[in-house]
């Protein structure tokens, strides 16, 4: 870290702050420069405050050289983290494909989505059990009971599962019927219920918040890593932007800064960026050739009756045929 002097700054104040950075074991050099006076700081920073300096009045600017982030963040350009749910493999050298409706409806419907998902040879079935919505008065999902279906839907095709959790008191109930447990943008910042994921050995899937950077993005998974569990998989699925004609706006640029900062595992999610079908096939090919771990997309056997998010869900036929073209997409990628 370093730290840039106000001129003439007042030696009582800079000694002071200096004593507080020295009495946490870090060390202090000081360099006169010709028209500013700069404090290297070494030692580990990462979980300083370093905006509480600027309440020193000797203090013009800080900058940081290591990130608070300090469990997700990349040891080496090489180092990465690797996944393994059953015989699904996350972060590894393909892609894996997630698929599977907003909400489910009845076993019958999961049920059918789970045999679409496991002929068009996607890896793992979504599906909403708990859905927290925008308006109250919209479908919020079966709850419990659905957890039993996608279960039930998933033994039957031998498939991995996913769904979202939004109540750390749910926990018990999530980790003896879903393979993977999933953070929603909404619950970003929920530390509640991230400090409680940090408990269990299940995988989570941290989706970014539509209002948050990608610091702030890390710094929930931290609160996980940083908990004990090393299992967790972000998830890009757009952000508010100023532009209406997209519900969200993709940040693809967002997977190719993880993977430079962060060893762990990004995907996509192109139908919640997108909330239009016709978009989603685009933009998932997108993510691939960007170099995303993978993509979720929503499916729906017949979307316009959907309970839920219809106009996104992409139909068995065209999401069959989008998932052949990704493969072909990710096995050219790396044969160049």
Known sequence: MIITLKPNANIACVDAMIDELESLGLTCQTTMGKHYTVVHVIGDTSTYDAKGLYAYDCVKNVVRIQEPFKRSQKADEQSKTIIRVKH??????????IAGPCSIESYEH??????????SGAHILRGGAYKPRTSPYDFQGLGREALQYLYDA?????????????DHNDLALFEENVDILQVGARNMQNFTLLKALGKTSKPILLKRGFGNTLEEWLMSAEYILSHGNPNVILCERGIRTFETTTRHTLDIASVLKIKQISHLPVIVDPSHAAGRWELVEGLAKASIAVGADGVMIEIHPEPQRAFSDGAQALKPTRYTTLIQQLKRLSKAIKEK
């Open 110 to 119: 999961i049920e059918e989505t789970a045999k679409i998902v496991s002929e």
């Open 88 to 97: 699904v493999t996350i972060g590894g050298d393909d892609p894996i494909y």
């Open 154 to 166: 998933a033994q039957k095709y031998d498939l991995v599962t996913i769904s979202e959790i939004v």
